[in-house]
């Protein structure tokens, strides 16, 4: 049983930074493709980073890019999302996920990843 349990989300002005995390259960933390995705009330989810699961290839939305960063380590079987330079609109649940496939792209799909977290609120106060 894979289980992902987010922490880090929280309440912060705009413009500033908030650190995500999302630990794995499972001894195949390693093999998987990681992925964070975000839904804002009233909105579909939607696709926010993604990570390989050597940790040496990422992809990025490009409402995100520049400001947010994806990492991993999988000695301690975790995946992190540091966000800078926040805006209002950054505002929602932040979810991570994690995809079994062990080749391909990095999918911006959210119907590629297999487990889920319940997700940590981020709210950015403008």
């Known amino acids: 049983q894979v289980q992902l349990v987010e922490s880090g989300g929280g309440l912060v002005q705009a413009e500033g930074s908030l650190r995500l995390s999302c630990t794995v259960s499972?001894?195949?933390?390693?093999?998987?493709?990681m992925g964070w995705f975000r839904q804002a009330p009233g909105r579909e989810r939607v696709f926010v980073a993604a990570i390989s699961a050597s940790g040496g290839t990422s992809r990025y939305a490009d409402s995100v890019k520049g400001r947010f960063t994806i990492s991993r380590d999988n000695a301690r079987n975790t995946v992190s999302l540091q966000l800078n330079s926040l805006k209002p609109e950054d505002t929602a649940v932040y979810y991570c996920a994690a995809d079994r496939r062990t080749n391909g792209l990095l999918s911006t799909s959210q119907y590629d990843y297999n487990y889920w977290g319940q997700g940590t609120q981020v709210t950015v106060s403008s």
């Open positions: 499972g001894r195949t933390f390693s093999s998987y493709y």
